[in-house]
């Protein structure tokens, strides 16, 4: 099967404002509209991903596939992915979204020996340049996918297998220069299966140290060949493996300063994996951003009442405006973006789901972003936490956070302060400023 348009139906999304009734219109994305200081398009750099969108078929633990997806009929594989690519340029481009996101394996199929697999993924990174060119679309970020297939099923960086941590590298140098050949703006690492599903059969400190070798190898061949995309590590805590050495934003940063990482990566934040970590959305951006380590966010949501990563499109205004408010109050997004690493509900089964569900998306992280930005022009909710630590701006505040103050110091101050309670912490207040901008 062949056809010059997947989406035959479907307009070029404009954009006609919150009156309009129209579904396959945005009411809040307009991507030239300045909010403080940038248009839209610019703060929120959204991204299509590949796997959900073009490759996910609906299968679940429970059963097969299920969506409706012309571009995967064809004689063979290497047609499907070209159909494949490029209705995926098309959905972004009648989007009007600026970026994509990719896993090697996603975009080309894997054959019996290395070099013909990447001969394949070279011929789908030359239909990308192509297409890349032809639409303006870029590349947010590529990545390996080190977990789908048999040899990785122990891990990849983490495998107990010396060959596989070899194949894993080849894998890794190969999706970095191909990234770097495609001009994509990053790099991601998520741990797909590097962790444990026992501590019976693992080595926990050898682990980590491989996976640092590893990172480390691929932070010297990007040197090498000169790309100057961001590295990302992706935090997720379980899932497939019943523990991820990459589990939160924390743990992240603890592995990157023991093995000296830190300079060369920061992190991808996505929703749902924050809640599988028993964290907010909003604590791991919060996190991220306080240790300068925000680089990119996988933007979707989870169900509070599954325990997996159900990967469903964002729409959820509160939790996307607490996400943009981290954002903006560190400065915006520069080499990332916002990558809806999400996928349609099984029972969205047509082409057109496709849109409906990256509407969405993008209207709730536009209207998030102008709540965001009055928050931050009116200033009360900054002043009410500036006044909570307020005497921490005293003078014996000032010695304890620059290390002048002794033991001995805050005894004698103790002793004369006798301080028995503090100021009301006016959570209930603070929540009712929030909402009023809803
Ligand atoms: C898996 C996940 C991945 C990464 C890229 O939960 O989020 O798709 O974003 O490997
Ligand atoms: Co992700």
């Not at 494949?84 to 979204?97: H, N, P, R």
């Not at 019976?200 to 061949?221: I, Y």
């Amino acid at each position: 099967m062949s056809a010059t348009s997947w989406f035959q139906d479907v307009p070029n999304i404009p954009f006609e404002g919150p009156g309009s009734d129209n579904p396959l219109a945005f009411t809040h994305y307009n991507a030239d509209e300045v909010v403080a200081g940038q248009t839209m398009r610019e703060h929120l750099r959204f991204a299509v991903c590949y796997w959900h969108s073009m490759r996910g078929t609906g299968a679940d633990p429970f059963g097969v596939g299920c969506r409706n997806m012309p571009w995967s009929e064809a004689d063979n594989d290497m047609q499907a992915a070209h159909q494949a690519m490029d209705a995926m340029f098309e959905l972004v481009t009648k989007l009007g979204v600026p970026f994509w996101c990719f896993h090697d394996r996603d975009i080309a199929p894997e054959r019996n020996d290395l070099s013909e697999t990447n001969a394949k993924l070279d011929e789908m990174i030359d239909h990308a340049e192509r297409l890349q060119e032809s639409t303006g679309v870029r590349l947010l970020w590529g990545t390996a996918c080190l977990f789908a297939h048999p040899r990785y099923m122990g891990g990849a960086g983490t495998s107990p297998s010396v060959d596989v941590f070899a194949h894993a590298a080849a894998q890794v140098k190969k999706a970095i220069e191909v990234t770097h050949r495609l001009g994509g703006a990053g790099y991601v690492f998520w741990g797909g299966r590097e962790g444990y599903d026992t501590l019976l059969n693992t080595d926990m400190r050898r682990d980590g140290e491989h996976l640092a070798r590893l990172m480390h190898l691929a932070v010297e061949h990007k040197q090498a060949l000169g790309f100057e995309g961001q590295f990302y590590i992706e935090p997720k805590p379980c899932e497939p493996s019943t523990h991820q050495y990459d589990y939160d934003a924390q743990s992240c940063h603890a592995f990157l300063l023991k093995h000296d990482l830190v300079d060369h990566f920061k992190l991808n934040i996505e929703a749902n994996h924050a809640t599988l970590a028993g964290h907010t959305f909003h604590h791991e951006l919060d996190y991220a951003a306080g240790h300068d380590l925000l680089g990119s966010i996988d933007a979707n949501r989870g169900d509070p009442l599954l325990g997996w990563d159900t990967d469903q499109f964002p729409t959820d205004l509160q939790d996307a405006t607490m996400a943009m408010l981290v954002v903006l109050q560190s400065g915006g997004l520069t080499t990332g973006g916002l990558n809806f690493d999400a996928k349609l509900r099984r029972q969205s089964t047509d082409p057109v789901d496709l849109f409906y569900a990256h509407i969405g998306g993008m209207d709730t992280f536009a209207r998030a972003l102008k709540i965001s930005a009055q928050i931050m022009a009116d200033g009360r909710l900054d002043e009410l936490k500036r006044l909570r630590y307020a005497s921490w701006d005293s003078a014996l505040g000032r010695s304890i956070e620059d290390g002048t103050a002794s033991m001995v110091d805050l005894e004698a101050h103790a002793l004369k302060a006798n301080v028995q309670a503090i100021d009301s912490g006016r959570q209930e207040l603070i929540e009712n400023i929030l909402n009023g901008y809803f």
